[in-house]
């Protein structure tokens, strides 16, 4: 069985708006989400900026004594699940339940949930420690908490392949769907890291912006004064059901998925390769998977964090699949206006890319005033680009040398 497997429902929370239509609007007009970090004081912090969500309320989404002690990354992974399948229109009921199923990505879990207990645990003792604690924090309880509220009973969850995570779930969905273990499945990213631990860390490795005087324009991917990556939080979940379900009951379909690719770097924990030799593998086998030469690619929607290397490798990974055709494909990096949201990135970015194949838009690369060096590819700098895109590339690269590519095609009359 190859069952073909298509996108019938978004959901986004996110650093520019709660809900896919604000943050798809303001991602088009190139706005940014970032700005200074107000969940803790940073007073002693590098790092003072970051991509918070600012406009969400867990009670639209939770049971309000449910919601008090649910830690945002699950209630944010159950908000997108909940408006990816109300906007689908897909039921799930006795008949199906078994049948749908979840798979979220998420990198670090609940880590203020670790900061909390941790501090409890040090000055009043073990035995004050929440029983909670250890549900409200582990990664797949986003997946688990979806699939209680949402009663879906199939195949269930979690990847933490760091910044691929979001990619690899919405993968590993997809064969699920395709290969015919499963007819739908609630999949994509989520992560809320914007800690005192979190944001001291990447400190650590010189691995955040520290353009604090600018937020805004911290996030510059592929820009000659980048400086590195800045923090975003949220999800994006997307429902994917077999295609013969959508067309059965009049499904609208953002697009169509054809191609998965994965690989892994073997080179370093933190660092790709100099050539990009796993990001362009990964790319290459999802082309193949999709039996689509690279040649047919309209548009890429980039891992492009605004680090110095990830932007130069990807860049070179791009000039290895796509060859002389790398100057005319666009490509461009969302995370220039929300930030990087590590393992939620790859499932708010494929929204992101199905909605561009949709809409027929390519969002811009905000803050593009001067390449980088080796960074001479129309990255759609600045302003969004109303083009057709018929077959859309989207990747996800993470820490442990772990790649993501998947590859949309936009649905035919």
């Not at 739908?184 to 005192?196: K, L, Q, W």
């Not at 993470?398 to 998947?406: E, I, P, V």
């Amino acid at each position: 069985m190859n069952r073909r497997v298509v996108i019938t429902g978004v959901g986004l929370v996110t650093p520019l708006g709660t809900g896919v239509e604000k943050t798809w609007s303001r991602l088009c007009a190139g706005e940014s989400g970032i700005g200074e970090i107000t969940k803790f004081d940073t007073a002693e912090f590098a790092t003072k900026i970051a991509g918070e969500v600012k406009d969400f309320n867990p009670e639209d989404f939770l049971p309000k004594k449910e919601a008090k002690r649910t830690e945002a990354f699950i209630a944010y992974a159950v908000a997108g699940a909940r408006m990816a399948v109300e906007e689908s229109g897909f039921s799930i009921d006795s008949s199906n339940a078994h049948r749908v199923g979840v798979i979220t990505g998420c990198g670090l879990g609940g880590l203020l949930m670790l900061e909390k207990i941790s501090n409890i645990v040090e000055t009043r003792g073990p035995r004050r420690v929440s029983p909670f604690f250890i549900p409200m924090m582990i990664g797949n309880m986003a997946a688990g908490m979806i699939s209680i509220h949402l009663g879906a009973k199939g195949p269930n969850a979690s990847i933490a392949t760091a910044c691929a995570a979001g990619g690899h779930a919405v993968g590993d969905s997809f064969r699920l769907i395709q290969s015919g273990r499963a007819d739908a499945m609630i999949t994509g990213g989520v992560e809320s890291v914007v800690t005192p631990t979190g944001i001291a860390g990447f400190n650590a490795m010189k691995a955040l912006s520290t353009r604090n005087h600018e937020p805004e324009k911290a996030s510059r991917p592929f820009e000659r004064d980048r400086d590195g990556f800045v923090m975003g939080e949220g999800s994006g979940i997307l429902l994917l059901e077999s295609l013969d379900s959508a067309l059965s009951r009049g499904a609208r379909i953002y697009a169509e998925i054809v191609g998965y690719g994965m690989s892994g770097d073997g080179h370093h924990m933190t660092a790709p390769p100099p050539d990009g030799d796993g990001a362009a593998r990964c790319m290459i086998e999802a082309l193949d998977d999709a039996g689509i030469s690279p040649d047919r690619i309209d548009y890429v929607n980039a891992h492009g964090t605004s680090t110095p290397l990830n932007d130069l490798c990807e860049t070179r990974a791009m000039k290895t699949v796509f060859k002389d055709r790398a100057l005319l494909t666009p490509i461009s990096s969302t995370k220039s206006m929300t930030g990087h949201l590590l393992g939620g990135s790859g499932g708010v970015e494929t929204v992101f890319t199905a909605l561009s194949i949709y809409n027929g838009i390519m969002p811009p690369t905000i803050n593009f005033e001067n390449p980088g060096d080796e960074c001479d590819l129309d990255y759609v700098p600045n302003v969004a680009r109303k083009k057709e895109i018929g077959i859309a590339m989207t990747n996800s690269f993470g820490f442990g040398g772990t790649n993501a590519s998947l590859i949309l095609k936009k649905m035919g009359p």
